[in-house]
């Protein structure tokens, strides 16, 4: 099925990501408050100079995810759809602007250490590793004009897993 809702658009690297995603995560500490462990910035507008689609991807990691649905009233008065689970056991998902989508958030318990170490260690590794921002990058846009409606097959690159795996083994090596 084709999602047909969403103009993919990729755009230069906005400095102002950073300042966007502090503001939104004390927003959403506020809501969550004591439930909240961490929260991180992730996805393509976490790295420097990363072409990206300009929605804000975050990754709250909270004590007991089952607790994560008594907020859901609060996060639709900030503007979020939620959304469960959404195709990811254990997560919670909840996206803000609808069709002109402005933020994605990725809710995981504190132990559910494969979907937490698959995002941050991808954001991690494009971080280090500039040459792989710049062919992510081009492939992005190459997606974006090749698939401008379909977000589905933008989205299905091996490239994309390749860097997971690559990312994943990276980070388990400087972990050592």
């Given at each position: ?41 992730i ?71 494969f ?53 994943i ?8």
């Amino acid at each position: 099925m084709v999602n047909r809702a969403m103009n993919i658009i990729i755009t230069d690297y906005n400095e102002n990501w950073t300042q966007l995603f502090k503001k939104e995560a004390k927003l959403i500490s506020e809501i969550l408050k004591d439930e909240l462990v961490e929260i991180h910035h992730i996805g393509s507008t976490a790295v420097t100079d990363l072409k990206a689609k300009p929605i804000m991807d975050i990754m709250p990691i909270v004590k007991d995810i089952s607790n994560v649905d008594h907020f859901n009233e609060s996060m639709i008065e900030k503007g979020y759809e939620p959304l469960g689970e959404f195709g990811i056991n254990g997560r919670r998902y909840f996206r803000k602007g609808g069709e002109n989508r402005t933020h994605q958030i990725h809710m995981f318990q504190y132990d559910n250490h494969f979907e937490i170490e698959r995002h941050l260690a991808v954001r991690d590794y494009l971080r280090s590793h500039k040459k792989d921002v710049i062919e992510y990058g081009k492939l992005k846009e190459s997606l974006a004009l090749e698939f401008p409606k379909d977000i589905e097959a933008y989205s299905n690159s091996d490239f994309v897993e390749n860097l997971e795996r690559k990312a994943i083994e990276w980070e388990r090596e400087n972990e050592r």
